[in-house]
């Protein structure tokens, strides 16, 4: 597995590649690597001839009071499980080779999108996403990248953007990883201390609770929600921060489960915001 530290050896690496005529799987992540992203890797290695993957914890998606300082790095540990799937090649740059000094220009999906769940809770973070993910995209040269539908606002948000800014890239969507508890596997879960560990197993109960409704008939998003939050509300540790139904992949306001949509909750665990979801499949309306 090779290790790609600076932008002139990633483009020498993508260069040699593509004159193989290799296609190119990215998988980019922030590192503190866990079965979800290991699933990601895996769908790569599947599809892709050559998998690359990125491991750099990006300071322009943290706001000023997040955890960017604290983010767990653990770099050979990474490697380490990186070699097993195997992934042919890591990334992993230091931020002033991403960010140089004079660096000015981000990529900002305007419009609704970014303006919802997530990204009204953390403003900026989606700019520093996509800013990115786009220069991961353009340096790697890949043709196939893979994320996690744990985050399905970001893959709403890389979708948008590259299909605006006519990126020759296909982005794919894999499914949640859970513990055995239902937790969504997270970097973040590193935070947890054993007792809200347990507590946040509320999340993915909620869920399915929700999930089981719909498919014995229940339509109405207010109804879907209200169960939700009845369940976490049950759990004292849980600190709700959102519990939204929106059409998917569109993020549009949706009364009615008419069409796939998008059930996603953020709750905080002590210091620690977990996020979760569920596709409920409606079909197109
Ligand atoms: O999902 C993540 O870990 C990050 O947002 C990503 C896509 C690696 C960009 O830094």
């Known amino acids: ?118 990204g009204a809770r953390r403003p900026g973070h989606f700019r520093g996403v996509a800013t990115v993910v786009t220069k991961l995209i353009n340096l790697a040269r890949a043709d196939e990248a893979f994320f996690g539908q744990k985050d399905a606002q970001q893959v709403v948000v890389v979708r948008r953007f590259v299909t605006d800014l006519n990126l020759n890239v296909h982005i794919n969507m894999v499914p949640i990883v859970r513990e055995e508890s239902g937790l969504a596997r997270s970097s973040r879960n590193a935070y947890l201390s054993a007792a809200e560990k347990e507590a946040a197993g509320v999340l993915s109960r909620s869920l399915r609770k929700a999930e089981a409704s719909f498919r014995q008939g229940e339509k109405n998003a207010e109804t879907l929600k209200a169960l939700v939050l009845r369940e976490i509300q049950s759990e004292p540790m849980a600190e709700i921060d959102y519990v939204e139904l929106y059409s998917f992949p569109d993020l549009e306001p949706l009364p009615e489960v008419t069409e796939d949509a998008l059930l996603a909750v953020a709750v905080k665990f002590g210091q620690t915001r977990l996020i979760d979801n569920v596709i409920l499949e409606g079909g197109r309306a």
């Open 1 to 118: 597995m090779e290790i790609l530290r600076t932008v002139p050896e990633i483009r020498a690496y993508a260069a040699a590649q593509k004159k193989a005529d290799k296609t190119i799987g990215l998988v980019p992540t922030m590192g503190a690597l866990h079965e979800g992203h290991l699933s990601l890797m895996r769908a790569a290695r599947a599809k892709c001839d050559v998998v690359i993957a990125s491991v750099f914890v990006n300071p322009t998606q943290f706001g000023p009071s997040e955890d960017y300082d604290a983010y767990p790095r653990q770099f050979e540990d990474d490697c380490r499980l990186l070699a097993e799937i195997p992934v042919d090649a890591v990334f992993h740059p230091e931020p002033a080779e991403m960010y140089p000094r004079g660096y000015s220009t981000y990529v900002e999906v305007a419009g609704d999108i970014t303006k919802k769940l997530c």
